[in-house]
């Protein structure tokens, strides 16, 4: 079976532009979860969606940053326009239930802004 | 703000050596779970405890829940090369709201 998909797996980008993450939930699963990862800040909740509705969204830096799901095989990060300082790993989740579950994540997505 | 720490930060160890790594609640969890990652990868699933004390084992690994429900340990017997990694721990807050802890950044010297 696939594991969480997540793409690009790199990404560098100059600042100012748009810069767009993709993620493919495991089959069935009905919670799905974006973290952020950097040396400074270690693992960051970012947004966590249930059966497609977003939950809880406190971990959302700023109105730069938005994610959409819509549908449940299928999630989006955006962030316009993108800074320096949103250098990181970012990395999609899902689970079979709520956040109280086990999660299962994808590879994450390595960005970098210069 | 709910928070979790874990201690101590980094470890380096002697192939060999036993490794423990502590998470600690303010408030009460209701559940705890522990990821490993290895460098370069993403965390992965190892264990989930719920119950106040439990104890589990997985191989060399020793997982404990505090009685209390704030704390909890990961013991790892006779480090190996491949236990290198960062442990992290995620305590639970009723069903939508999990807490990933700083993470202890295992090293293993052969």
């Known amino acids: 079976d696939a594991g969480v998909i997540q793409s690009p797996r790199h990404e560098v980008t100059e600042m100012g532009q748009e810069v767009t993450l993709r993620c493919k939930p495991i089959s069935g699963h009905n919670s799905l979860f974006w973290y952020r990862q950097t040396m400074m800040r270690g693992l960051e909740l970012l947004i966590y969606f249930n059966n497609n509705v977003p939950i809880d969204d406190s971990g959302m830096p700023e109105d730069r940053f938005s994610a959409k799901m819509p549908n449940a095989s299928f999630s989006t990060l955006k962030i316009q326009p993108s800074e320096p300082r949103d250098s990181a790993v970012y990395f999609c989740?899902?689970?079979?239930?709520?956040?109280?579950?086990?999660?299962?994540f994808g590879p994450g997505t390595r960005l970098t802004v210069t | 703000g709910q928070q979790v720490m874990q201690i101590p930060q980094y470890q380096h160890v002697q192939e060999g050596e036993d490794f423990t790594t502590y998470c600690n609640s303010s408030t009460t969890l209701s559940n705890i779970q522990w990821y490993k990652q290895r460098p370069g990868g993403h965390p992965v699933f190892l264990i989930q405890?719920?119950?106040?004390?439990e104890v589990k084992k997985q191989k060399r690994l020793t997982f404990q829940f505090g009685e209390a429900k704030k704390n909890s340990s990961l013991h790892i017997t006779a480090t190996q090369t491949t236990d290198v990694g960062t442990y992290f721990c995620a305590g639970g807050k009723g069903a939508n709201n999990l807490f990933f802890g700083t993470g202890t950044r295992l090293t293993v010297i052969p």
């Open positions: 405890l719920v119950k106040s004390g």
């Open positions: 989740a899902s689970s079979f239930g709520p956040s109280s579950y086990e999660q299962y």
